[in-house]
């Protein structure tokens, strides 16, 4: 919720990489300190942390998510279907694979 209330603010990408970069020290009052930090305008922060339209936001990913079977983060999907080794060389077999099939198969 915090990273959509400081995209109100158009810092969501800064907060983001701040935590991201904070990832193993992350409590509420990590998250507020890196709020100040941005220079966010603490109190309409906090309201849009509350905020039911980012609440339904998250919802709808976190459904959109169990509905293609996204078991945790990072999961990377090439074309629908989930890769289980994610290794940067398979990826590129996969994708080229992919890539390939539709060229094989596009109407001509």
Do not use: C
């Not at 919720?1 to 983001?16: D, N, P, Y």
């Not at 193993?24 to 109190?43: H, Q, R, V």
């Not at 990913?61 to 990377?76: N, Y």
Request: aromatic content about 6%; proline content about 3%.
């Amino acid at each position: 919720m915090g990273a959509l209330a400081a995209r109100s603010q158009g810092k969501f990408w800064e907060f983001h990489h701040a935590l991201l970069k904070n990832y193993s020290a992350l409590n509420e009052a990590k998250i507020l300190s890196i709020a100040k930090e941005l220079g966010l305008d603490m109190a309409r922060y906090k309201n849009d942390r509350k905020s039911p339209a980012n609440r339904a936001l998250i919802e709808a990913d976190l459904k959109d998510a169990s509905q293609i079977g996204v078991r945790g983060t990072p999961s990377v999907f090439v074309n629908g279907k989930r890769v289980k080794n994610r290794y940067l060389g398979n990826l590129i077999g996969i994708v080229a694979s992919e890539l390939q099939s539709r060229e094989t198969h596009a109407p001509k």
